[in-house]
């Protein structure tokens, strides 16, 4: 095991792998600058751009250099059809210890009876655990989308709004913290066949247990949509909704830091209804070079240096909110439990749309969000990235004053991108 200096990253294999990063990151040869310089060099841009600029994207993370080995690996080749033990495909005795060590790390890693790491994204976890639980045209109580709900939990521009009559939840105008009486309330309504817990832009812990509790008087299920804080909860940073929910979906990227992907948990009774769920249900064959880097970034995740990791992300979001609200934003709850703040960049005389980009031609790349109970855009940020690369909580503070100094127009935005590269280059994410 190889602990890099200033980076958050363990690298669990024996040999160190090549840190000089090619453009694929495959070692062995830059293969794709020879045989197509043009898109080579789309690549290398990109590589470029993540390394020069912030990422202040909440769901965005940079992979360890093992899940990118993975990823570039020949099981990419390989279709793999069904489960372990039963593939509709030949040749699949090697990809399927493969899925066997990714499964057993995940219910490892969250305490879980059972786990389904063939779903291809976070979208396709939340349609697979509908689809287990529900017919169209049940009703489901879900967090609005204008107050942080996900594209999956009723928008009528997704699947979910068109097939499941969805009954949506808020948080409290005052303290932005989800409405237990409303959802308490609208529960016993509405009597929904699921309640959803989980959301793309609420910074707090939820509380499992009351929706736990809900879910119970009225007959629902619990599913947890946990793509965000997952990440955490692996590394004992954020309470763990898998005692609680009937099925926890998740995505494997953002803080858990694997490849891009989703994953499902559940209890044993379960299981059958969510593996006929994902597949042959909702998708074809398993994409098996992702469910590999699964393995290995559930792996990376279950080390102490994850840990550590973990628990920096939210000491540095804790961190960036105080200095952003010290700094006159209005951050939505007053602070943070998790990776993720949302701000309202409106008292520096700025709205989130175009603070998103004064702060994008200053290289400090985040994201718009909707504020609940007001017409005006938000900002949302998160620290899993910035933390990964190695920064504290000395870089975040720096961070948050040259984000409120360019929206203040107090600092110009070429001194502002000065500055940026130089922290930047302080903490390449791929060193070498
Ligand atoms: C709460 C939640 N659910 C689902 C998703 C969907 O994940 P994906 O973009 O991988 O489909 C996201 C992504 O941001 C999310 O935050």
């Known amino acids: 095991m190889l602990s890099v200096p200033g980076l958050h990253w363990t690298y669990v294999t024996v040999d160190a792998p090549e840190r000089t990063m090619s453009v694929t990151h495959v070692p062995e040869a830059d293969v794709l600058r020879r045989q197509d310089p043009e898109l ?197 940073a954020a309470p763990s909704p898998v005692p609680y929910a009937d099925i926890v979906c998740a995505t494997t990227h953002k803080v858990l830091r694997g490849p891009r992907g989703g994953m499902i948990l559940c209890g044993g009774d379960l299981a059958e209804r969510v593996d006929r769920a994902v597949y042959p249900f909702t998708q074809g064959g398993a994409q098996m070079h992702t469910v590999a880097a699964k393995a290995v970034a559930f792996g990376e995740a279950a080390t102490p240096a994850f840990r550590v990791y973990a628990h920096q992300v939210v000491a540095n979001a804790r961190v960036l909110a105080a200095a952003l609200e010290s700094e006159g934003l209005t951050v939505t709850t007053g602070g943070t439990d998790t990776h993720l703040i949302t701000a309202d960049p409106a008292p520096l005389g700025v709205d989130g749309r175009d603070a998103r980009g004064l702060l994008a031609a200053a290289g400090m790349v985040l994201d718009c969000c909707a504020l609940p109970h007001a017409h005006a855009r938000g900002l949302r940020l998160g620290t899993a990235a910035l933390t990964t690369q190695g920064m504290g909580e000395q870089e975040t503070r720096r961070i948050a004053a040259l984000l409120a100094g360019v929206l203040r127009g107090d600092i110009e935005g070429r001194k502002a991108r000065e500055e940026v590269r130089e922290l930047t280059h302080a903490f390449p994410p791929y060193p070498g």
């Open 40 to 236: 080579a060099e789309i690549l290398l841009g990109e590589r470029e751009r993540q390394a020069s600029t912030l990422q202040l994207i909440a769901a965005e993370n940079f992979t360890s250099p093992a899940v990118l080995a993975a990823l570039g690996s020949p099981l990419v080749n390989k279709y793999a059809e069904g489960y372990p033990g039963a593939r509709h495909h030949g040749g699949c005795e090697i990809v399927d210890v493969a899925e066997r060590i990714a499964v057993d790390r995940a219910k490892a890693l969250f305490g879980a009876e059972h786990a389904n790491v063939q779903a291809h994204s976070g979208s396709s976890a939340v349609l697979a655990a509908y689809a287990a639980l529900l017919r169209p045209g049940d009703t489901v109580l879900a967090l609005g989308l204008p107050h942080g709900g996900h594209l999956t939990h009723g928008s009528p521009a997704n699947f979910s709004g068109r097939w499941f009559d969805f009954v949506p939840y808020g948080v409290d105008a005052e303290s932005g913290l989800i409405d237990h009486e409303q959802v308490r309330a609208l529960a016993r309504s509405h009597r929904p066949k699921a309640i959803v817990c989980g959301s793309i832009a609420y910074p707090r812990h939820i509380d499992h247990a009351f929706f736990r509790e809900v879910a119970d008087e009225v007959g629902a299920y619990l599913i947890a949509d946990a793509a965000h804080p997952i990440g955490l909860v692996a590394g004992g």
